[in-house]
């Protein structure tokens, strides 16, 4: 009988174990053997013990995927211990095979990564990480918040109390002291149009008649239960925007470098009620980020340069070699699928997170400005493949742009928009026509074109 041939790859990590995290317990594996696999359980003292029966084995390296929530505390435990730990996405240590089970997962994720096969995903640094959770945290606020304002409206509109007709935002401040006093006990439409701030378009007459309710009492109990939750969302905003700012500011503190950093006077931006209430914080951002300016981008707001500062933070710049990485990483570069010679795909992979929201944001922000570098180019992607391309596309630029910024520490220096189309033009002019002589294998010379012709295009 033949022998069969195997076939051996080569074992980049020599010491590498692998764990299959879950709720209730851990499967840990060592090697290949039933025997070199060990389960554990979750609880603090468990976790030191798997640390140290990892140790006894000479392990340096761990690999674990990153299921839920359940992986944190056993990712610290296992820095702590002096491990180097790999925090993979479980889709790429799915198992060839359909049986499934925790000690097949913990010796197959050891496998690959002793093969060297498994990339650690993106973690931020631990200041970065507290940031995040702050600013993660007060969105949850803001988003019970907006539920709760959906909710007076409703009520609002039961009663009658057509509010929303009269007023542009039934949470500014018109529509809130009206509220107030309607839960207080004020029904009378004169006395509540009396709240009308100088800026609001209707008149008091307007909405003195927009204010005549129907006053039943069930409706008027379930909208002042909604106010007082309304209210208390703020308060609980409120509290998130100081630890923002406290920790913002001590590590702006601790480089003084940052700190002689003084920005400059832009443009007016117009500034969304839900960002983050810090005073100066273009100048916050300015220093914090060691002199990079990324409010003089157009169409970046308070929310993305605070998501820039909680997801990703300075640092984690620094792990992304190149800005194409970045984007890859952010799923905003296209995930091209060729076979035979031809592009099957390129559409933009799926999955996302808070940085690509706030850059699209941004960049559909970018797309109603006028007359400025990237809206133009925002504008030429729209009018080739629609709107929604043309955020994806622009998303992908300001990320490039961030990434640019802040690695290379460059200001924002936008091409004049003339002088960027002539450029262009020309470079498609020049390249156009040394496609056709190489076509037809014509030297410059041949036709009486020298290269002092076009001196500046690598002809």
């Known amino acids: 009988m033949a022998l069969k041939k195997k076939i051996g790859m080569e074992i980049i990590n020599a010491n590498a174990a692998g764990i299959d995290v879950g709720s209730k317990s851990h499967f840990v594996a060592v090697g290949q053997s039933l025997e070199d696999v060990k389960e554990f359980g979750v609880y603090a003292e468990d976790l030191v013990i798997l640390c140290e029966w990892l140790l006894s084995f000479g392990i340096t390296t761990v690999a674990l995927e990153s299921t839920g929530d359940y992986w ?7 820095q702590k211990h002096g491990l180097e ?42 200041t970065t990480e507290i940031l995040r959770t702050y600013c993660r945290q007060r969105t949850n606020w803001i ?22 007709v009269v007023v542009n935002d039934v949470c500014g401040q018109t529509g809130l002291k009206i509220i107030e006093d309607i839960c207080n006990g004020n029904l009378d439409p004169y006395s509540l149009a009396e709240h009308r701030h100088y800026n609001c378009r209707k008149p008091k007459e307007e909405i003195a008649k927009a204010l005549h309710g129907n006053n039943r009492k069930d409706f008027l109990f379930g909208l002042k239960q909604e106010f007082d939750s309304y ?5 609980k905003i409120k509290a998130c925007d100081k630890e923002i700012e406290q920790l913002v500011k001590q590590e702006i503190k601790k480089s003084p470098q940052k700190q002689i950093h003084k920005t400059t006077d832009k443009p007016y931006k117009r500034i969304n009620k839900n960002a983050v209430d810090i005073k100066n914080f273009n100048q916050i951002a300015f220093q914090y980020f060691g002199g990079v300016d990324l ?13 820039v500062m909680s997801e990703i ?52 922000a970018i797309g109603n400005l006028k007359d400025t570098h990237l809206s133009n180019f925002f504008g030429r992607i729209a009018y080739r493949k629609g709107r929604q391309a043309a955020v994806s596309a622009t998303a992908r630029k300001l990320a490039t742009v961030i990434w640019t910024m802040i690695t290379k520490k460059v200001l924002y220096n936008p091409p004049t928009e003339y002088l960027f189309l002539d450029q262009k033009r020309k470079m498609g002019l020049v390249n156009r026509i040394k ?18 012709l076009i001196p500046n295009y690598n002809f």
């Open 72 to 78: 944190q505390n056993l990712y610290v435990e296992l």
């Open 85 to 126: 730990v790999v925090l993979c996405n479980g889709k790429f240590t799915k198992h060839a095979k359909g049986k499934k089970t925790g000690v097949k997962d913990s010796r197959w994720i050891q496998k690959l990564h002793s093969l060297g096969l498994l990339t650690s995903s993106f973690l931020p640094d631990e």
């Open 143 to 164: 988003e019970l918040a907006a539920s709760a304002s959906r909710k007076m409206q409703k009520y609002l509109k039961f009663l009658n109390f057509r509010l929303d």
């Open 231 to 235: 209210n208390f969302f703020q308060k």
């Open 295 to 307: 409010m003089a981008i157009e169409g970046v707001s308070h929310a993305t340069v605070m998501a």
């Open 313 to 364: 933070g300075i640092d984690g710049f620094r792990k992304f070699k190149s800005a194409k990485e970045f984007c890859s990483w952010l799923r905003l570069a296209p995930n091209n699928k060729i076979s035979g010679g031809k592009v099957l795909s390129n559409r933009i992979p799926k999955g996302s997170n808070r940085l690509k929201i706030a850059l699209r944001h941004s960049a559909n």
């Open 435 to 452: 496609k056709q002589m190489a076509k037809f294998d014509i030297k410059p010379e041949e036709i009486g074109i020298g290269n002092s």
